[in-house]
Nanobody, 125 residues
Framework: QVQLVESGGGLVQAGGSLRLSCAAS????????MAWFRQGLGKEREFVAG????????YYADSVKGRFTIVRDNAKNTVYLQMSNLKPEDTAVYSC??????????????????WGKGALVTVSS
């Protein structure tokens, strides 16, 4: 079992920055690809960013490419999502997820094994 706990959400003005953290425990962190998903009010959950377990290769949704950065710190069992130039449409609950030995380039809700409870990010215009 893996436990994931997000932190760092909050209210920020458009154009601002925020960093989310996801602390993992319960299993070998380096065996897991990690990802961030988000779900806006009345919307489907969508992939935001992912990072592979072996080489740390990163993947991004087109909507956040160039603005968001996913980083993992294996020594701290933590994955971060650095968000810059935030827009009101980025407002959502952001959830961290883990997939053991995931080697594909696609990250979907169906292939993630564990989820955190989420952190709310609100971007005001």
């Amino acid at each position: 079992q893996v436990q994931l706990v997000e932190s760092g959400g909050g209210l920020v003005q458009a154009g601002g920055s925020l960093r989310l953290s996801c602390a993992a425990s319960g299993d070998t962190f380096t065996n897991y690809a990690m990802a961030w998903f988000r779900q806006g009010l009345g919307k489907e959950r969508e992939f935001v960013a992912g990072i592979s377990w072996r080489r740390g290769t990163t993947y991004y949704a087109d909507s956040v490419k160039g603005r968001f950065t996913i980083v993992r710190d294996n020594a701290k069992n933590t994955v971060y999502l650095q968000m810059s130039n935030l827009k009101p449409e980025d407002t959502a609950v952001y959830s961290c997820a883990a997939a053991q030995y995931h080697s594909g380039t696609q990250y979907h809700t169906d292939n993630m094994d564990y989820w955190g409870k989420g952190a709310l990010v609100t971007v005001s215009s």
